[in-house]
């Protein structure tokens, strides 16, 4: 079966990328290159020129789509258009091309920034208020989505993922951005280079005042990408489904954690204004997801997370390969 990522570049696609290619047929887009892997079979391409992704899609002639390609952090909201651009209207042209193509399957990666903080674990009939760019047009996707293939033969999953982070450091893939604005990668990053530790809000509405998030492990989001898979092709219903751990770490006690495996010499980090959009916690119910795709996160605990990209970091150092942080 042949299988097309979308944004195979990126963290989430090149993972998947190298996960899934020894049982499908996989093909990568993106607009850049992939940092670190070679993928064989990958197309560059802006997936704003419908014209040049039509052609690529008719090429291919995928029966399944994985598309992963946006914009997702939320420390540039300011640049409004690039998220319109890079999230929606890529999600459109997607979208016109699995008509044309008559592709029957789609799973989208969409996000927790769609619902509405609260003190309770999210479930998918949770509120839906994005108070971000990012969560914005993330939610317009999901009902672009909704439109365009509800009323047709073609079945989907949306998954709304929680803080992907860490590695697959037995494929040797993991996160590299220019600049890297992810936690995880980060402390580990400050921690092994002994800098100061910038974190954003000691003001939140939490025990420690710092945010709490729910953090999945990469190798968790891969067998559930994998499971969707599977029940995509078995079954002709559609579904939306968290991804998370169900389980909340604040940003002060994730840091802790990672001065038991680094010799660090800040006894604490330092604190900037929290950034816009930030929310005091967004944690996950993910019973739906193992009700649906029998999926139950196995390495989303934090010794886990910080050995395994604690390894990343090292290999990508003997590379040569040095990753800049947005502080």
């Not at 944004?7 to 940092?35: F, H, R």
């Not at 016109?96 to 592709?103: E, Y």
């Not at 000691?202 to 989001?221: E, L, Q, V």
């Amino acid at each position: 079966m042949k299988i097309l990522i979308t944004g195979s570049a990126g963290y989430i696609g090149s993972c998947l990328y190298e996960y899934l290619k020894t049982q499908y047929d996989v093909y990568g887009i993106d607009k850049t290159n992939p940092p670190i892997k070679i993928q064989k079979k990958f197309f560059k391409c802006n997936l704003l020129n419908q014209q040049k992704l039509n052609n690529i899609i008719s090429s291919i002639k995928p029966s399944f789509i994985i598309h992963l390609a946006a914009k997702s952090t939320i420390d540039f909201i300011k640049d409004k258009k690039s998220y319109i651009d890079n999230n929606l209207t890529v999600t459109q042209n997607l979208l016109k091309s699995m008509k044309k193509n008559d592709i029957k399957h789609l799973i989208f990666s969409s996000t927790a920034a769609v619902y509405k903080s609260s003190n309770k674990k999210l479930n998918e009939k949770s509120e839906l208020k994005p108070n971000n760019i990012y969560g914005r047009t993330k939610r317009s996707c999901e009902n672009k989505i909704f439109k365009e293939l509800n009323s047709s033969s073609s079945n989907y999953i949306i998954f709304r993922f929680f803080n992907v982070c860490s590695a697959l450091f037995s494929l040797k893939i993991g996160e590299i951005h220019n600049p890297e604005t992810h936690l995880v990668p980060i402390l580990a990053k400050k921690f092994k280079d002994n800098k100061k530790i910038y974190i954003y809000g000691n003001n939140f509405k939490t025990k420690d005042k710092t945010c709490i998030r729910d953090y999945i492990h990469i190798a968790d989001i891969m067998t559930a990408f994998d499971k969707g898979i599977k029940y995509l092709i078995l079954n002709k219903k559609s579904e939306i489904m968290n991804l998370g751990s169900k389980k909340g770490f604040s940003t002060l006690s994730i840091f802790k954690n990672f001065q038991k495996y680094y010799e660090y010499k800040y006894k604490n980090p330092f604190f900037k204004k929290k950034r816009k959009g930030d929310v005091d916690r967004l944690i996950c119910d993910n019973i739906k997801s193992y009700r649906i795709l029998k999926w139950k996160p196995k390495y989303s605990v934090l010794p886990k997370i910080i050995i395994d990209e604690k390894k990343w970091l090292n290999f990508l150092t003997n590379k040569k390969i040095f990753r800049k942080t947005i502080y």
